[in-house]
């Protein structure tokens, strides 16, 4: 008889890659703008022009990345990822507290130019919301992307994220004298 072979379905996908940046400058940009901040240790990049052009060459790169991550997901080459939105965040930020998702964005990408250990981490919740019901702590050996309802990314310097926008997420709290600033991008497939 031949083995069990298990394939993977109606998947959902995350990627984490290291940014070569001077995360300590993008971290000073951001703390000086939150002190005007849209709303509670939050900032919108595209509501002000003059942050557009501070993050200039951030943009650049996390461009980069979405198009690589567009052609890894095998769109069709004569599309691309346009950011349609972008703000800064920092502990305590309300709005990401909540679990959310993206409608508007086919790729939701996060940056961390400042993270301290023991931060507040970003969790991803399992598309399928059945799952939390049918598997239990005291049955699972180990978590993996198969039984898992929830998927914990500890934010890094320098780190970045990439993700469905589709997927809810929100940001768990860590301990509070712990900095993050995290600056989170939306992207949209763009003809």
Known sequence: MKDLQINNIFSSFLIEKELDFDHHAVTHKCRHFLMTSDDYNQKNIF??????????????????????????????QDTKQVCIDAWINQQGSLNTAVPHQHPTADIAIVYYPQAEKGCDTLELLNPNPKLQYVMHEEMV????????????????????????GYLIHYVKQGDWNKKRVSIAFNYKVAW
């Open 47 to 76: 509501h002000n022009p003059d942050l557009m052009v501070e993050f200039k060459d951030l943009f650049v790169e996390i461009d980069k990345i979405a198009n690589e991550t567009h052609k890894l997901l095998q769109y069709k």
């Open 141 to 164: 050996e180990h978590w993996n992307n198969y039984n898992s309802f929830t998927w914990n990314i500890i934010p890094k310097t320098g780190k970045v994220v990439i993700f469905p």
